[in-house]
């Protein structure tokens, strides 16, 4: 029972001490410089702070796209230091949604074909997914856009199709990094609009990177990263 409570209450993610360096032959270049941070289910947080501080870096980690290097990064309770690759890759596929500034869509499939192509590569059977598609592309509000290309889309619209990628997954949190930024300050708020949505019916975690004061101000916490540091 104690251990089970243990679990409840533990942090999504617990950051301790991580540093980070980009490795160039025998010269390093330092990202993170000793961040320690916990995030808990349902938080939503931004991280801000100036251009180079480590904010993609710290994302990447926490995707599980970039290993740990010094530190250690617990994801519900599981030292990422210790999860074997095919034990990363079940995380990030089935526990972590990722949107990107870049959209990063298939520009050959449409936009439910985009959202319907990483649950086929999870198995999931024919009728699960075209549910899963149908309420992931309602939820962000573009069900009556299912049959385009992205070509044929707006950028608002592109995002909007990145995110029903996202959240079809149904995962525990959603890394974004910068994913209002090719976008105008209207359609921007509308993007903010349905992560605000999923973070508040679904308790998603968001961990969101945006030098955007309109983003910054939809978040519940902010931690600025100056020069690899949480200041
Ligand atoms: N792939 C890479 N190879 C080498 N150095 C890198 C790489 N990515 C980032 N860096 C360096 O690491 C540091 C942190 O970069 P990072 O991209 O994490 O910052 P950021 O806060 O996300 O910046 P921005 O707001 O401009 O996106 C910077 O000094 C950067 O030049």
């Given amino acids: ?49 100036p ?28 030292s990422l230091k210790t999860l074997t690759e095919r034990e990363k890759n079940r995380v990030r596929r089935y526990q972590i949604g990722f949107v990107f500034q870049t959209f990063q869509l298939f520009p050959v499939l449409t936009a439910a074909e985009n959202v319907e192509y990483f649950l086929t590569r999870q198995g999931i059977p024919t009728t699960e997914r075209k549910n899963r598609v149908k309420d992931a592309l309602a939820a962000v509000g573009i069900l009556d856009q299912s049959d385009k290309k992205p070509a044929e889309m707006s950028g608002g619209q592109r995002q909007r199709v990145a995110i029903a990628r996202a959240i079809a997954k149904r995962p525990r949190v959603i890394i974004a990094d910068e994913p209002t930024a090719n976008l105008d300050q209207a359609t921007g708020k509308g993007v903010m609009e349905i992560f605000a949505k999923l973070n508040h019916d679904h308790q998603i975690s968001l961990i969101i990177s945006s030098h955007d004061p309109m983003v910054q101000s939809y978040s519940r916490h902010q931690v600025r990263l100056v020069d690899g540091k949480i200041c």
Avoid: W
């Fill in 1 to 49: 029972m104690e251990n089970l409570m243990n679990t409840i209450d533990s942090p999504l993610y617990s950051i301790r001490d991580v540093r980070f360096s980009y490795d160039f032959g025998n010269l390093k270049a330092p990202a993170l410089n000793g961040v320690s941070l916990d995030i808990r289910q349902g938080d939503f947080i931004c991280l801000t702070g």
């Fill in 51 to 78: 251009s180079g501080s480590g904010k993609t870096t710290l994302l990447n980690l926490l995707g599980l796209i970039e290993a740990v290097q010094d530190g250690d990064i617990h994801f519900n309770t599981n």
